[in-house]
């Protein structure tokens, strides 16, 4: 048995079912070990697709996704997704290929020195250096990327050492166990919550990660205090229940604003500051907060919390509701803001005006998924309206990248959605500008058998930047661009193309869409001067009630 071979075994003892990535001359020991194992590995088209796809498959299934690429460029095009997963809480192996050992200490062709390059954008990293050290090295780096808070790691394996002998095997995954929070810290949070008149709950993605949506609901509920999620915190408690302010984060005034200039206290449970910066929402830093989380709280000005309850965020909830006395409260006012919130996504229901209105564009996509369905945004102008009006029943049923935000995203993600629930309907939202970045993978989808549907919200150029410009400037330069014929593209990669020339026909098209045994796009011309009327309606609101 050679180092190749041992790290394969590691791989299957962690569980691995797919290494996404593209062969290489210095990762060929690797591929060869892995030619006869159980794991399935799928080449992709660019590395940058295949780090997105561990990345979402990490996020999706809580286990570690895994890709792999050679040295040099092809290390560089995986470092995008790597550092979208490190900064989203998504666990991440990335597996590189190196010269061997005997050529790092001189110039020599497409060397870089990958554990220096990918430090900054992993929680840890490791060359292996020596084949006996291979299954405390995997060991190490899966621990790392699954616990509280996930994140990337990154194994490099020099080609030297990858073909050596080597006698060993895997290591025993060990069992964690939950922590809890203390006493002390859950009967300060009740009394505090419990004196509170107005409280409101923030809920991030890390209530998600710690399977927390029934114990956050039932929290809400029983307590009457509302609650809005981040954009990664979507679905946590159900959009339909009474007490769901839906999402907050757009960086502009909305209707949610009010609650946190009304607030007396706020609850943040499983919230990442990354998600959403409280500079925004607690700009003085004046506003009270309990930090429920499993780990303490990031330090920031705008975020100090009076309580920092640290532990398994569902048992500190069941254990802060038991103390808290509310009887009596009355439902705190930010519960009226819910019909206007309503109000306004319900407007663009009947709205048949053509080119469509990403509210109406999403509304309707809404009305389609089923609650257990899942949309995978891309970033851009549609991320913020998804992020506003896609609103979800349960976890994990709308992913955005919101922590380091990459265009390119929604494919290759669609793609691991697909692998993980190949039960459900799978819709990737993009930009055009983002459908360009990573369109080459959609012959992978088509390869490996992952059918799921791509919407092109369709504006002919980087539409959020045009949008930030004419909020600051009044005008935009450098973000119009050509596109080619996305439904002919589609079809000559043996895709289904669809192309909407009505509002009416978007629900018939997107239905016959989601019914093909091949990955389909849809290009849709969507019409963002509602951008800019969005922001002039913001910009007045009113936060009366």
């Known amino acids: 048995m050679n180092t190749a071979e041992l790290l394969v075994q590691c791989l299957e003892n962690e569980g691995v079912q797919y290494v996404f990535g593209l062969p290489g001359e210095e990762n060929l020991e690797v591929l060869k070990a892995m030619s006869n194992s159980s794991i399935q590995f799928i080449t992709t088209r660019h590395e940058q697709g295949a780090a997105f796809m561990a990345d979402v498959y990490g996020r999706l299934t809580g286990k570690a996704g895994v890709c792999l690429s050679t040295l040099g460029p092809g290390a560089t095009n995986l470092m995008t997704g790597v550092a979208d997963a490190n900064l989203d809480g998504a666990p991440l192996v990335a597996i590189t290929g190196q010269v061997g050992t005997d050529r790092m200490h001189i110039e020599s062709h497409q060397y870089l020195d990958l554990v220096a390059m990918l430090k900054p954008v992993t929680k840890w990293n490791a060359q292996i250096v020596r084949p006996s050290i291979t299954p405390e090295?995997?060991?190490?780096?899966?621990?790392?990327?699954?616990?509280?808070?996930?994140?990337?790691?990154?194994?490099?394996?020099?080609?030297?050492?990858a073909a050596m002998p080597v006698e060993g095997h895997a290591l025993n995954k060990d069992n964690q166990e939950k922590s809890y929070a203390s006493y002390q810290s859950l009967n300060e949070a009740a009394t505090?919550?419990?004196?509170?008149?107005?409280?409101?709950?923030l809920v991030g993605n890390g209530a998600i990660r710690a399977h927390s949506a029934a114990a956050l609901t039932e929290f809400a509920t029983r307590l009457k205090i509302p609650v809005t999620n981040t954009f990664m915190g979507k679905g946590v408690i159900p959009y339909t229940h009474?007490?769901?302010?839906?999402?907050?984060?757009?960086?502009?005034?909305?209707?949610?604003?009010?609650?946190?200039?009304?607030?007396?206290?706020v609850i943040a449970v499983g919230y990442d500051l990354i998600e959403y910066s409280p500079k925004k929402w607690n700009p003085e830093g004046k506003i009270p907060i309990i930090h429920v989380s499993a780990t303490p709280a990031e330090i920031d000005r705008s975020y100090i919390p009076m309580v920092?309850?640290?532990?398994?965020?569902?048992?500190?909830?069941?254990?802060?509701l038991h103390r808290s006395d509310r009887q009596g409260k009355p439902t705190p006012h930010a519960c009226e803001l819910r019909s206007d919130i309503r109000a306004d996504?319900?407007?663009?229901?009947?709205?048949?005006?053509?080119?469509?209105?990403?509210?109406?564009?999403?509304?309707?996509?809404?009305?389609?998924?089923?609650?257990?369905?899942?949309?995978?945004s891309d970033v851009g102008a549609h991320k913020m309206w998804i992020a506003r009006h896609y609103?979800?029943?349960?976890?994990?049923?709308c992913l955005i990248s919101n922590g380091f935000a990459a265009m390119g995203i929604a494919i290759p993600g669609a793609i691991a959605a697909k692998l993980v629930h190949p039960e459900r309907k799978i819709v990737a939202a993009t930009g055009d500008g983002g459908f360009m970045m990573n369109c080459q993978e959609l012959e992978t989808a088509l390869r490996v058998g992952t059918p799921f549907v791509t919407i092109i919200f369709n504006d002919g150029g980087y539409g959020l930047i045009e949008w930030k410009q004419q909020n600051h400037y009044g005008e935009s330069a450098f973000i119009k661009f050509g596109n080619p014929d996305f439904v002919?593209?589609?079809?000559?990669?043996?895709?289904?193309?669809?192309?909407i020339d009505s509002t009416e026909a978007f629900i018939p098209t997107l239905k016959e869409a989601l019914e093909q045994e091949v990955p389909a796009v849809i290009d849709c011309p969507v019409d963002y001067s509602e951008n800019i009327r969005f922001s002039q309606k913001s910009g007045g609101l009113s936060c009366a009630i």
């Open 308 to 320: 920092e309850v640290v532990g398994d965020i569902s048992d500190s909830l069941m254990e802060i």
């Open 242 to 265: 009474p007490l769901a302010l839906w999402t907050t984060g757009l960086q502009q005034r909305d209707y949610i604003t009010c609650a946190f200039e009304k607030t007396d206290l």
């Open 391 to 397: 609103h979800c029943e349960r976890p994990n049923t």
């Open 192 to 201: 505090a919550i419990s004196r509170a008149s107005n409280p409101v709950i």
């Open 137 to 161: 090295i995997v060991r190490k780096a899966f621990k790392r990327a699954q616990t509280e808070k996930p994140g990337a790691v990154h194994i490099d394996v020099p080609e030297n050492i």
């Open 345 to 376: 996504y319900e407007q663009y229901a009947n709205d048949n005006e053509f080119p469509i209105k990403p509210q109406k564009l999403i509304y309707d996509l809404r009305q389609v998924m089923g609650p257990e369905d899942v949309l995978i």
């Open 488 to 499: 002919k593209l589609a079809e000559s990669m043996g895709l289904k193309g669809y192309r």
